[in-house]
Nanobody, 115 residues
Framework: QVQFVESGGGLVQAGGSLRLSCAVS????????IGWYRQAPGKQRELAATISSSGTTNYADSVKGRFTISRDAAKNTVYLQMNSLKPEDTAVYSC?????????WGQGTQVTVSS
């Protein structure tokens, strides 16, 4: 099992950028996939981006070319760089990690994009 400290959310104008950080602690060596999901008001939670232990990345079609997921193994931190933000990117973004026999969620951080 792992635990998270998420940061970096906030209010930004359309076209702006934010970088989310997810600092991970616990049995980090057991993680197979880690990334970010988001949930907009009145909508179901959806994938934003993930990165596997081998470095393979996966992005939602709606964020491809604008968002970049990366990780710093030395800091046990995963980042989501979000550029060219749109009002429809407004959501609570949550860190998620899947490992051997578990899936853990972070508390989430609010991202609001104004038009």
């Amino acid at each position: 099992q792992v635990q998270f400290v998420e940061s970096g959310g906030g209010l930004v104008q359309a076209g702006g950028s934010l970088r989310l950080s997810c600092a991970v602690s616990g049995n980090t060596f057991t993680i197979t996939v880690i990334g970010w999901y988001r949930q907009a008001p009145g909508k179901q939670r959806e994938l934003a981006a993930t990165i596997s232990s081998s470095g393979t990345t996966n992005y939602a079609d709606s964020v491809k070319g604008r968002f970049t997921i990366s990780r710093d193994a030395a800091k046990n931190t995963v980042y989501l760089q979000m550029n060219s933000l749109k009002p429809e990117d407004t959501a609570v973004y949550s860190c998620y990690a899947r490992g051997m026999g578990y899936g853990n969620w972070g508390q989430g951080t609010q991202v609001t994009v104004s038009s």
